[in-house]
């Protein structure tokens, strides 16, 4: 049992849950973040230093339709990555279609079983993966566009699945230049904090003027 926020999880349940459940816990948080960007923040700094909220937005739309083929077994193609939010149209609610798609993929039958991907990696691994950038690009995008985000007890399932794949995977993330060195903990920080520090993110990270 892990105690965290008052917070009771039971790790075999947590090992468990389905990636379509813990998706669409993510998905409910991240598509409120995506649709309350106003457009004259598409320019402001991220907690990614690679990408301003224009260019994560748009790199967090390409995971999100390219980790919904992963999850039917078909080939991605993570080589380009169009402009979606330049290219016209709704594109919050494009990405609130393609983030609810995204669900219904790893929820259908045999979603996490066998292998997937160009490196034939575990199908549910590859979920997790999918689950951890809609969580934490979800956190980048609100702190950059000065809002808060802030799990609650129903996001305890995820927290728990994403503390395990990051604690398996972040060497070779780190070696692969995917994860920065990690950030340094805040005292008292919590369970959501920590898997931040842990992906090389401050927790504490504020946009200018905040």
């Known amino acids: 049992m892990t105690y965290d926020n008052e917070t009771v999880v ?38 990614c230093a690679e990408y301003d909220v224009r260019a994560l937005v748009n790199h967090l739309f390409q995971v999100v339709v390219q980790f919904r083929a992963l999850a039917a077994k078909q080939p991605a193609d ?32 045999g979603a996490e079983e066998g292998t997937t991907g160009a490196m034939g990696l ?15 690009h979800a956190w980048d995008l609100a702190r950059a566009t000065g809002r808060e985000y802030r799990p609650g007890p129903e996001d305890a399932g995820v927290l728990g699945v994403l503390g395990e794949t990051v ?23 919590d369970r959501f904090e920590r898997l931040l520090a842990e992906t090389g993110r401050d927790p504490r990270w504020r946009r200018s003027g905040d």
């Open 78 to 109: 993570f080589t380009d990555t169009p402009d979606r939010v330049g290219a016209g149209g709704d594109w919050r609610e494009e990405f609130a279609g393609a983030a609810a798609r995204l669900v219904e993929a790893w929820s259908e039958p």
């Open 122 to 136: 575990p199908a549910r691994t590859v979920g997790c993966l999918v689950l951890l950038d809609l969580t934490v």
């Open 167 to 189: 604690a398996e995977m972040a060497p070779t993330a780190r070696q692969r230049g995917l994860f920065a060195e990690p950030a340094p903990v805040p005292r008292g920080a």
């Open 10 to 47: 039971d790790e075999r349940e947590v090992a468990a849950a389905p990636l379509g459940v813990l998706l669409g816990v993510a998905a409910e948080r991240a598509v409120p973040v995506v649709r309350g960007i106003p457009d004259e923040a598409l320019t402001a700094p991220t907690p």
